[in-house]
């Protein structure tokens, strides 16, 4: 059974930096990519980063481009996400994901495709 807990969230004025950690329970840890997505109440969750397997891939949603980086540990079974010049627009509940699909060309970036979540973390970014 794998098991995601994020940390790290918390109130922050716009211009702002939060690193947010997830905490990875999975076996093999390093065999599978790693995404970050972010929900706002009555919307959609959406992508925000992802991560291969080895940490030699990244992708990232187009409004978090040059702002926010993704990277993991491995050898700690961690994730993570750092957001520098935070806006207010970036409040939401941030999820750290799973995916099974490991071994494609391409880091997964949509929700389908991350089979385990994490319960969440509210990042909430003052104007």
């Known amino acids: 059974q794998v098991q995601l807990v994020e940390s790290g969230g918390g109130l922050v004025q716009a211009g702002g930096s939060l690193r947010l950690s997830c905490a990875a329970s999975?076996?093999?840890?390093?065999?599978?990519?790693m995404g970050w997505f972010r929900q706002v109440l009555g919307k959609e969750r959406e992508f925000v980063a992802g991560i291969s397997e080895n940490g030699g891939r990244t992708t990232y949603e187009d409004s978090v481009k040059g702002r926010f980086t993704i990277s993991r540990d491995n050898a700690k079974n961690m994730v993570y996400l750092q957001m520098n010049s935070l806006k207010p627009e970036d409040t939401a509940v941030y999820y750290c994901?799973?995916?099974?699909?490991?071994?494609?060309?391409?880091?997964?970036?949509?929700?389908?495709?991350?089979?385990?979540w994490g319960q969440g973390t509210q990042v909430t970014v003052s104007s």
């Open positions: 999975a076996r093999a840890f390093n065999t599978y990519p």
């Open positions: 994901a799973l995916s099974l699909d490991n071994g494609r060309p391409y880091v997964p970036d949509t929700e389908y495709e991350y089979y385990y």
